[in-house]
């Protein structure tokens, strides 16, 4: 299973734009990039996923560099709502099951 | 759809009781999944079914028991609850299609065993 390490919190003031970067260096070449958001006390939230380049939806954008290596979940304009904890993890669920790690504690201050 | 849902939502056992977490889910998805989340931590796998009658061990699977005889359904199951077994416990399911890791989650089970 690849190894992902991501920093343990971030702060942020509402409006700016959050990037979160993730390391995973022993991705296999099936394996896909997905984040999760978790609210406090709920279970996590699929937020967006992707293979190589840059994938873009309506809550945020994952960039990801030709190595594979690593990527960033970049938050546009984050508001108090995106508190929350943001995870990191690589794998295809059609061969093994996804490892949660510890994950981003991205806080949001006005 | 009402998606994942977990009973019950709160439960305190004492320390040798057994008892039963249910899940349920219904979108019809072949792969469902037991997660514990301790205060603080991330989450952990416990035990996934891809597919009914078809079941596997997670990370930290001793202590449970898990079945999966329908694909709606995924018990989790505690043989003699222990301390270390507070924990908040999430189940989860995905259909896994087109290489999607989109997993649906329930809105968790508060366990405490004294």
């Known amino acids: 299973l690849a190894k992902t390490t991501q920093p343990i919190s971030m702060d942020s003031y509402e409006g700016q734009e959050v990037n979160i970067t993730c390391s995973h260096n022993n991705i296999a070449t099936n394996d896909y990039i997905t984040w999760y958001q978790q609210f406090p006390s709920q279970g996590p939230r699929f937020i967006i996923q992707g293979y190589k380049t840059k994938v873009t939806n309506e809550v945020a954008s994952l960039f990801i560099p030709a190595d594979r290596k690593s990527s960033t979940l970049s938050l546009p304009r984050v508001s108090l709502s995106d508190t929350a904890v943001y995870y990191c993890?690589?794998?295809?669920?059609?061969?093994?099951?996804?490892?949660f790690g510890k994950g981003t504690r991205l806080s949001v201050i006005a | 759809n009402a998606g994942v849902t977990q009973t019950p939502k709160f439960q305190v056992l004492k320390t040798g009781q057994s008892m039963t977490l249910q899940c349920a889910q219904d979108?019809?998805?072949?792969?469902m999944s037991w997660y514990r989340q301790d205060p603080g931590m991330g989450l952990r796998l416990i035990h996934y079914?891809?597919?009914?009658?078809?079941?596997d061990q997670g990370e930290v699977p001793n202590g449970y028991n898990v079945s999966r005889s329908t694909t709606e359904d995924f018990p989790l199951r505690l043989l003699s609850a222990a301390p270390s077994q507070t924990s908040v416990y999430f189940c989860a399911s995905s259909g896994r299609t087109g290489g999607s890791n989109e997993q649906f989650f329930g809105p968790g089970t508060r366990l405490t065993v004294l």
């Open positions: 993890l690589v794998g295809d669920m059609r061969n093994t099951p996804l490892v």
């Open positions: 079914s891809v597919g009914a009658g078809i079941t």
């Open positions: 979108m019809n998805h072949e792969y």
